[in-house]
């Protein structure tokens, strides 16, 4: 029983410290962003933002590696973002087919390398 209470008692905890506090920022997001004009200069430049910040967390992951992706070389990195861009722009610019195929290009270079 007391195993039961213990995992009770951790899903509470992350509920409340982990979902909760990101949940409030969400809904004053959505609520704070209906009036704003997609296409305005403010938005723009968030929209700068936020893919140059997406470019160095992908550019920091293909440089310097960690995990399971230091096993990789380097010219495989390169090319799962080659696939991802292609996949991307083939797929009427969807986010999900280019990740998909970077993801593929990782996992069949990691195959034939012999590293998986």
Known sequence: ??????ELAAVLIVILVGF???????????????GLDE?????QW?????SALLAAVVARLVLT?????????????????????AGFAMVR???????LAAEAVLILGAWWLGIA
Do not use: K
């Open 93 to 99: 610019r969807s986010v999900l087919a280019g990740v």
């Open 20 to 34: 909760l506090p990101n949940e409030v920022w969400r809904v004053l997001g959505v609520l704070l962003g209906r």
């Open 39 to 43: 296409n305005s200069l403010w938005m």
């Open 46 to 50: 968030v929209r700068a933002v936020a």
């Open 65 to 85: 590696p960690s995990g399971a992706l230091v096993a990789l070389p380097l010219w495989l990195r390169v090319a799962a973002i080659g696939a991802g861009v």
């Open 1 to 6: 029983m007391s195993a039961v209470q213990g």
